[in-house]
């Protein structure tokens, strides 16, 4: 079966460019979740999704990141403007429901603002 | 709130030593799950393994063994006979269950554990 799937694997660009991440979830998953991890903090959860619903964005940064789930196998990471402290790994991954709460996750976005 | 933590930062042994990394956590639920994840150098994050509260059974899978102790808050990852394929970055993650049952959904991971192993 195929994973989580994620594109682009890596992105590069320049501040003030739009960047849209995209994310593939496992068929059949529920759940959906954003992650970003840096150096400084770690893995940081951004949002998560239940059947297409946002559920929590406390995590994300600030209004330049949104995130969409406009159906069951396609969700998006959007940050625009893009700044250099973007630069991160930005991870999706997905969960089954009830009884499964294993988290799996994708091969991550490099992203890359100069 | 909870917290994860895995105090060693960074840990090296050479192959065929056996070696603990640490995770203690702190949760006011009373029934929560523990996870342990791998990410190697190819950046990917691997899921391990997952323990419910209420089994503290320890739990074997070849060369890892798990060490939940409720008493402790601890939930110790151990690699006996170490590989160089063992290096990566190791991750505890916690989440919790309200009392209602309902899930929070996130997991709350800790700072990870570098392990290196040299031939």
């Known amino acids: 079966d195929a994973g989580v799937i994620q594109s682009p694997r890596h992105e590069v660009t320049e501040m003030g460019q739009e960047v849209t991440l995209r994310c593939k979830p496992i068929s059949g998953h529920d759940y959906l979740f954003w992650y970003r991890q840096t150096m400084m903090r770690g893995l940081e959860l951004l949002i998560y999704f239940n059947n297409n619903v946002p559920i929590d964005d406390s995590g994300m940064p600030e209004d330049r990141f949104s995130a969409k789930m406009p159906n069951a196998s396609f969700s998006t990471l959007k940050i625009q403007p893009s700044e250099p402290r973007d630069s991160a790994v930005y991870f999706c991954a997905s969960r089954a429901g009830t009884g499964h709460y294993e988290q799996y996750f994708g091969p991550g976005t490099r992203l890359t603002v100069t | 709130a909870q917290k994860v933590t895995q105090a060693q930062t960074e840990i090296s042994v050479v192959e065929k030593e056996d070696v603990t990394l640490d995770c203690v956590y702190e949760t006011r639920d009373t029934t929560y799950y523990l996870f342990w994840y791998k990410q190697p150098p190819s950046g990917e994050l691997v899921f391990l393994i997952r323990r419910n509260s209420f089994d503290e059974q320890n739990e074997i899978s070849g060369r890892y063994s798990w060490n939940f102790q409720k008493s402790t808050s601890s939930f110790n990852f151990t690699i006996t006979a170490s590989q160089v394929v063992d290096s990566a970055v190791y991750f505890c993650?916690?989440?919790?269950?309200?009392?209602?049952?309902?899930?929070?959904?996130?997991?709350?991971f800790g700072q990870g554990t570098i392990l290196t192993v040299h031939p």
């Open positions: 993650a916690l989440r919790g269950v309200n009392a209602g049952g309902t899930s929070y959904g996130k997991l709350t």
